[in-house]
């Protein structure tokens, strides 16, 4: 009988009865008990992370506790304490003298708000379209703003003006029958300057008359209505003419000429022109015209004795002029206001006015022409042009609603503004535009100036102070103010102890934190027969020397008399702690608060006034170095070649463009077209403009470059860089206009100069005003500022490095990248990866040798139940062999 085929076991065993998963599991058990060796490492490796983990976090916040103590400004050492912080706020810095101040606020600072006559529409066009440059320049005005009085009406001066005739900003003016006269006028409206905020005076033609003075072909005539009372021919000379005096004998003679002519022209006089008080009147009581006739002639009416005299025409009467106090515009109201020579309606101007450039504020301008002549390309056009002036566009509701409305982005008196128009080359600039928008505080002012510039005003103790914004600095020495509103306050200065004790306690705290930290981390205790995770580790116990070592050291290169912690109360306990001792603390504010500061910054001192620390780096070593200047920085100028004239033109459409501190090669950031407005200039004005228009382009400006102009002692135009070294220079060329040479001469430009010198004996890197010690010294990075002064030796300048500093420094080289603590956790790192992928590996390993067991086990489990079959088969055969026996 042929024996069958076994088929394949689907189980391990069954075929057999072996059991080959638990013989499989207990062989691998064996197999991989190494795998807890692993695990080991790693909990070992994770428990020392987690142990430096604490240990870096310590370490943070011991350096955010340095931050008080590690910068020079923290011990300023001074507070302030404001009575009213409705009107001011202050802080003290550490050059302010401790004491106390009584401020009163009398006026805020504000920016100048101008106002443009309204239109219907603001994207209608404005004007014809030719090119037109607005010019923008910033400076003080002179002169007062208001109204000017016409002359009083012929009722008023026979009949009073009557109560209800005339009210100022919406106050009624109490006049009567007696109020016949300018004075009378004047003296009603200052009754009630307290609520309305305007004065008025008195004007008169003969308020001031020079002696009048005529050249050759020069003549002169003074005219009473048809009647000639004063005249002078050529050639007389100041005093030997017309002069006060002379009009009031003329006068005085009763049969004289003058006097029988006025009289038979029905013209009554009163007053002298000696006292400044002349006027004339017809006989109903009305005045009359006063024309002055001038060629070739200074003096006369209204004008001073050498000053030139044109000829205008006057009404005799007497009027008033209004003056607002707050420079805003004047509303005149009232039954009858044109009777006190006033116009109802709202309105003012600047009178007698002048206008004075601040060279210090940039000028600038901006083209209007046929893409963006409407109201709105005015506004769009300005403001992206970045000109210092905001421009809007309100609408008041009226039949030409729409105002354009420009407002400086400074405050104070000398932010004033002139807006002055140009064509295009000989082309004359857009009528309609010079309607609209031109202004000039001393000529003609299209604008209405609705909030004047003005500067903030108080005073100190009873001494007058002003500021340009609000901020007000060194009023008081070391305090800057910054005024909130007007009114009265007091201000305490004193010494800012409570701010340094408690940035010390913070520190004192930290640094026992973080040593408790070390050492409960290193530390065996035997209660618990546990050992901290990194005891005996030798990056902690270096840690822990190398702060102990830090703290326990002196400070060098100090000129004061602190040198160590325990001079300010700081000391280590027994238990290794530290300790800060009030009463100690307490004396050495007292008695050396000012070196408190070098006990713990990094600071630089220097014996010679034009010498500035700057800087310092982690490398600069601690010492008093010698300095020696050899060369002074200078700056890139272009010096006019001979003296400007009295007065310089300059032609319009001027354009020169300019290079300021360019570099090698050149680059097209450092030049720019720059417009010089057309008019003629004395030679300090013609410096003021020339600074003004470079420093307001934006191309220049954006990149913090300028320049400073004037004037020196030989009368030449000294145009300079602000920079200084050898980044410094500049230079003009011609594009249209008046041209370089017409100001400057054939003057070339001359570069700036790097300073030059040795520290501590060793070279050092200069860079305009700044040296700065060089690679390998002990002064490596070391940075001054010599500002001034002479060649040669300069003294001495100290630099120490305070324990914040040092402990700073120490605390970034355990935390930075690279850093013994950073290194050390990426040492773990590493080993807990290493041993992950070890583990890893022989994981691996064990699934092959699990499957090869498995495998082998299989094999032999259908071996054994093969045989086992076989052996049943051979005993029922035997079987029945023996049973058939």
Do not use: C
Request: charged share 10%; aromatic share 4%; net charge neutral.
């Amino acid at each position: 009988m042929a024996l069958s085929s076994t088929p394949a076991l689907s189980s391990p065993g069954i075929g057999s009865g072996l059991n080959v998963n638990d013989i499989v599991d207990k062989l691998m058990a064996a197999e991989a008990a190494p795998l807890s060796g692993y695990d080991k490492k790693t909990a070992s490796y994770q428990s020392k992370l987690s142990a430096f983990g604490q240990l870096s976090g310590a370490v943070g916040v011991f350096q955010s506790a340095l931050s008080g103590l590690n910068s020079a400004s923290s011990f300023k050492g001074l507070s302030t304490t404001i009575g009213n912080k409705d009107v001011l706020g202050a802080s003290a810095s550490s050059n302010a003298v401790a004491g106390n101040y009584r401020i009163n606020v009398s006026q805020i600072a504000q920016a100048q708000t101008l106002m443009a006559s309204g239109l219907t529409s603001k994207t209608s066009t404005i004007g014809l379209g030719g090119s037109t440059t607005l010019f923008f320049q910033f400076g003080s005005t002179s002169g007062s703003f208001g109204l000017q009085g016409t002359g009083l009406s012929s009722s008023m001066l026979t009949s009073g003006l009557s109560n209800g005739s005339l009210s100022i900003n919406g106050t009624a003016i109490a006049t009567s029958a007696s109020t016949n006269n300018a004075s009378a006028l004047a003296s009603a409206i200052n009754e009630k300057s307290t609520t309305t905020g305007v004065t008025a005076s008195v004007s008169n033609i003969f308020s001031t008359f020079g002696d009048v003075a005529t050249g050759a072909g020069g003549s002169y005539s003074l005219k009473v209505g048809n009647t000639v009372i004063a005249s002078q021919g050529a050639d007389v000379a100041a005093g030997a003419g017309v002069t006060a005096a002379s009009l009031d004998a003329d006068l005085a003679n009763a049969g004289g000429a003058t006097a029988t002519a006025l009289a038979a022209a029905g013209i009554t006089f009163t007053g002298s022109a000696a006292a400044g008080t002349l006027e004339f009147r017809s006989a109903s009581g009305a005045s009359v015209a006063i024309t002055e006739t001038a060629t070739g002639v200074t003096g006369g009416a209204k004008t001073a004795a050498g000053a030139a005299n044109a000829g205008a025409s006057y009404t005799s009467a007497s009027s008033v002029t209004l003056a607002s106090a707050n420079g805003n515009p004047i509303t005149i109201a009232g039954s009858n206001p044109a009777a006190a020579g006033l116009t109802a309606g709202t309105g003012g101007a600047m009178l007698g006015g002048g206008f004075s450039q601040d060279a210090s504020q940039p000028s600038g301008s901006v083209v209007i022409d046929s893409s963006n002549n409407t109201l709105q390309g005015v506004a769009d056009a300005i403001n992206k042009a970045s000109l210092g002036v905001t421009a809007t566009i309100v609408s008041d509701g009226s039949a030409n609603p729409y105002h354009l409305v420009l407002t400086s982005n400074k405050t104070g008196e000398n932010a004033s503004m002139k807006i002055s128009l140009s064509g295009d080359g000989s082309n004359p600039p857009d009528a309609a535009l010079q309607t609209l928008l031109g202004y000039d505080p001393g000529g003609s002012q299209t604008m209405q100036q609705t909030t004047a510039a003005q500067d903030t005003k108080l005073t100190v103790n009873g001494i007058a102070v002003s500021s340009h914004s609000t901020t007000v600095s060194e009023a008081i020495q070391g305090v800057s103010m910054n005024v909130n509103q007007v009114g009265s306050s007091t201000l305490n200065v004193s010494r800012d102890t409570a701010t340094l004790k408690s940035n010390l306690q913070s520190f004192v705290k930290a640094y026992n934190d973080l040593s408790g930290a070390l050492k409960k981390l290193t530390a065996y205790d035997p209660e618990t027969k546990k050992a901290g995770a990194l005891q005996g580790d030798p990056t902690a116990q270096s840690m822990q020397a190398q702060l102990r070592r830090m703290l326990g050291g002196q400070i060098t290169g100090l000129s004061g008399g602190l040198t160590n912690l325990g001079q300010v109360g700081i000391s280590f306990g027994k238990d290794g702690t530290l300790n800060l001792d009030d009463a100690k603390l307490s004396k050495a504010i007292d008695s050396n608060f000012g070196d408190i500061a070098g006990l713990f910054t990094a600071i630089g001192k220097a014996t010679d006034p034009n010498v500035n620390f700057v800087s310092s780096t982690a490398k600069t070593k601690p010492g008093t170095f010698d300095l020696n200047i050899t060369a002074l920085a200078s700056q890139g100028s272009l010096t006019s070649a001979a003296a400007v004239g009295a007065t310089t033109t300059i032609a319009s459409n001027t354009v020169w463009a300019v290079s300021l501190n360019d570099s090698t090669p050149s680059n097209s950031k450092n030049i720019a077209n720059v417009t010089i407005p057309a008019g003629t200039y004395s030679a300090a004005d013609l410096a003021k403009i020339v600074q003004s228009s470079i420093n307001g382009t934006s191309a220049f400006s954006s990149n913090g470059a300028s320049v400073a102009a004037s004037i020196d002692s030989n009368g030449k135009l000294v145009l300079s860089s602000s920079k200084y070294g050898s980044v410094s220079n500049i230079g003009l060329t011609d594009v249209s206009g008046s041209t370089v040479s017409s100001v400057f001469g054939g003057a070339s430009p001359v570069a700036g100069t790097d300073v030059a010198g040795t520290l501590g004996g060793k070279a050092v890197v200069g860079s305009g005003q700044t040296l700065t010690g060089a690679d390998g010294s002990d002064a490596e990075g070391l940075k001054i500022e010599i500002t001034g002064g002479a060649l040669g030796d300069r003294g001495t300048v100290g630099f120490s490095q305070g324990y914040a500093y040092q402990l700073n420094n120490l605390a970034t080289s355990f935390l930075g990248t690279g850093g013994l603590l950073s290194s050390v956790t990426d040492g773990l790192n590493k080993s807990i990866k290493d041993v992950t992928k070890q583990r890893d590996a022989f994981s691996a390993k064990l699934d092959d040798i699990e499957k090869r067991y498995r495998t082998q086990f299989t094999r032999l489990d259908a071996t054994l139940s093969k045989m086992q079959s076989t052996q049943a088969y051979l005993t029922q055969q035997l079987a029945a062999l023996a049973a058939n026996s």
